[in-house]
């Protein structure tokens, strides 16, 4: 992601503005939240937006063994964060689409 750093777009922007990111995790609760912080901050540092509830995580049962890829079924509140996700995300992107970050130039 540092390559956004050095490239600009015909504005003087870097290349990510008026894209959005989204983060999905699967780890431990406290996991989940340190991943996407680092990975938010991250994005943020070269010019993707973040949207309102942008991250989805499974983090089962505490101390389980069992795998999210091994579940019968997404339990609901996983399916809930997802398309909670999808929506804020494509919401946001369509803004940004129709209205973009002024340019410096």
Known sequence: MDAFLEEADENGRMLSYDKV???AVVSNEDGAHH???EVYQALNDVGFTIPA???AYWVGEAMGS???IDLDEVPDVVTKAVDMLV???VHLARLL???????EK
């Open 53 to 55: 509830n942008a991250v």
């Open 66 to 68: 069992k795998d999210f």
């Open 35 to 37: 991943v996407s912080a």
């Open 97 to 103: 689409q129709a209205k973009k970050y002024p340019s």
């Open 87 to 89: 929506r804020n995300t």
């Open 21 to 23: 990111a989204a983060v």
